[in-house]
């Protein structure tokens, strides 16, 4: 027998797996495959509720639930709206807003954004009197122009308002049949999709700001909005 016959042996003469076992570890392999898969497809687009995703995977709010009373409204008061102040509990900014530092306004780093307020029940009795909030507003970058934000209580849409970057009073009448008999109603802002400032070439941060909000007014209804709202 040649050297070349012997090595020939070593090689083939060896058992080689049946054709069944070939199947069973591609089969095998086809499984672990799909299993990794699954698995980053999951870590991809996880299935959580809002508040974890907006918390926790977005970043797009400092509260992962509604925590803390929300405060009651004195007309005539100007509140700020920021980390510490009253109105800067997640009771209020809960859904899509930013509080970064006491002393920055909030923002909004979702496009649609809400907050949660109530008045005295002697200002709407039972829900019976009519009232106006006024939001100090403006939208990112500094230099931004004036868009149209639409302004919802509850599921019915009231205005549009044209925001831009500079800081500029804004006022909605509130209805009386939109507040409830507590004096609570929910104000919701849709505006356009917040950009980051990294994407604006201003600083290296990634995460997005929309809207800005830095104070907050009530008022009696008397008056008329302002002539730049849209309806």
């Known amino acids: 027998m040649t050297p070349s016959s012997g090595l020939s042996d070593a090689l083939y003469g060896a058992p080689r797996p049946r054709r069944s076992q070939r199947i069973w570890w591609l089969l095998a392999t086809v499984v672990v495959l799909a299993f990794e898969l699954t698995l980053l497809w999951l870590a991809r687009t996880p299935r959580v509720d809002d508040h974890y995703r907006r918390y926790f995977i977005e970043h797009a709010t400092t509260c992962y639930r509604p925590m803390g009373e929300v405060p009651v ?106 507040i409830a008999s507590d004096g609570s109603f929910s104000l919701t802002l849709k505006g356009p999709p917040p950009i980051a400032p990294r994407d604006a070439g201003l600083d290296a941060n990634k995460f997005p700001v929309g809207l800005r909000l830095d104070a907050l007014t009530l008022r009696s209804p008397l008056g008329l909005t302002p002539a730049r709202a849209q309806p």
Request: hydrophobic residues 40%; negative net charge; aromatic residues 8%.
């Open 73 to 178: 409204l004195t007309p005539g008061e100007r509140y700020p709206v920021r980390k510490g102040e009253p109105l800067g509990n997640c009771g209020v900014l809960w859904a899509g807003f930013y509080s970064p530092q006491p002393d920055v306004p909030v923002s909004a780093r979702l496009a649609e954004v809400t907050l949660r307020l109530r008045v005295a029940p002697e200002v709407s009795p039972a829900g019976s009197q009519a009232v106006v909030v006024a939001l100090e507003l403006s939208r990112f970058p500094d230099s931004a122009t004036a868009l149209p934000v639409e302004v919802m209580i509850g599921e019915q849409t009231v205005t549009r308002w044209p925001v831009g970057g500079r800081y500029e009073r804004f006022e909605v009448e509130v209805p009386a049949a939109l």
